[in-house]
């Protein structure tokens, strides 16, 4: 399934960034389905150790911290720990990417989780810090959104930390439209002076005809 979305997006790498371009003609990286006997432990600290970028930062005592270091072990031991029963199983995916030129090391990881028949969201998406700042989050965009199209969905959410800046542009980029933002600062955090929500984002599914983009309208 995996090798099969390389090749769609293969003959319609004008819609993708420059770079995401790049990646898949000098073929230094590849994309497959989790295994997850082998690659569960691996995409858990690629995603803690994504999340940390954010929290680390903070002072030992900010709330905002506090909360954002409890925040990843809750994800790792719910949907995390149960991919196949979340992802998998109920016709979604969840993929790898690795480096070829690195021995095949898992160097980032996304999923994308139905919730009806039209809405399919995407989650969990992390890049090894490595191998940041290279094109992967946008090529990991497309691959959902090209699994999203070939499944039938309609629409793709996502939902990310208002603190989660790079995050944000890189989805403003790629076409999403935010269209809620829920206010969640805790008592300690207004007292502290801090902010924080959840920013909720939308696109509607394309397929190789062209990508919607939400400036364009």
């Given at each position: 399934m995996c090798v099969r979305v390389l090749v769609f997006n293969t003959a319609v790498l004008i819609l993708m960034s420059q770079y995401a371009k790049s990646l898949l003609e000098n073929n230094s990286f590849g994309l497959r389905q989790i295994n997850l006997s082998t690659d569960l432990k691996i995409v858990h600290?690629?995603?803690?150790?994504?999340?940390?970028?954010?929290?680390?930062?903070?002072?030992?005592?900010?709330?905002?911290?506090?909360?954002?270091?409890?925040?990843?072990?809750?994800?790792?031991?719910?949907?995390?720990?149960n991919i196949k029963e979340v992802y998998l199983n109920s016709g979604g995916n969840f993929w790898v990417v690795y480096d070829k030129k690195e021995n095949d090391c898992i160097v980032g990881c996304v999923g994308c989780e139905p919730l009806s028949k039209i809405t399919c969201e995407l989650r969990r998406m992390s890049v090894s810090q490595k191998a940041r700042r290279g094109g992967?989050?946008?090529?990991?965009?497309?691959?959902?959104?090209?699994?999203?199209?070939?499944?039938?969905?309609?629409?793709?959410?996502?939902?990310?930390g208002s603190n989660m800046?790079?995050?944000?542009?890189?989805?403003e980029r790629n076409g999403f439209e935010m269209y809620k933002y829920e206010s969640s600062e805790s008592k300690d955090m207004k007292e502290a002076g801090e902010t924080f929500g959840i920013v909720h984002f939308r696109k509607p599914i394309t397929r190789s005809s062209g990508r919607w983009m939400w400036s364009k309208l």
């Amino acid at each position: 399934m995996c090798v099969r979305v390389l090749v769609f997006n293969t003959a319609v790498l004008i819609l993708m960034s420059q770079y995401a371009k790049s990646l898949l003609e000098n073929n230094s990286f590849g994309l497959r389905q989790i295994n997850l006997s082998t690659d569960l432990k691996i995409v858990h600290k690629i995603f803690s150790d994504g999340m940390r970028l954010y929290s680390d930062p903070l002072p030992v005592t900010s709330p905002l911290r506090v909360m954002w270091e409890q925040y990843i072990p809750n994800s790792i031991a719910n949907d995390l720990s149960n991919i196949k029963e979340v992802y998998l199983n109920s016709g979604g995916n969840f993929w790898v990417v690795y480096d070829k030129k690195e021995n095949d090391c898992i160097v980032g990881c996304v999923g994308c989780e139905p919730l009806s028949k039209i809405t399919c969201e995407l989650r969990r998406m992390s890049v090894s810090q490595k191998a940041r700042r290279g094109g992967l989050g946008s090529l990991l965009v497309r691959v959902v959104e090209e699994f999203a199209a070939e499944n039938g969905f309609k629409q793709l959410i996502l939902s990310t930390g208002s603190n989660m800046t790079p995050a944000r542009g890189l989805y403003e980029r790629n076409g999403f439209e935010m269209y809620k933002y829920e206010s969640s600062e805790s008592k300690d955090m207004k007292e502290a002076g801090e902010t924080f929500g959840i920013v909720h984002f939308r696109k509607p599914i394309t397929r190789s005809s062209g990508r919607w983009m939400w400036s364009k309208l």
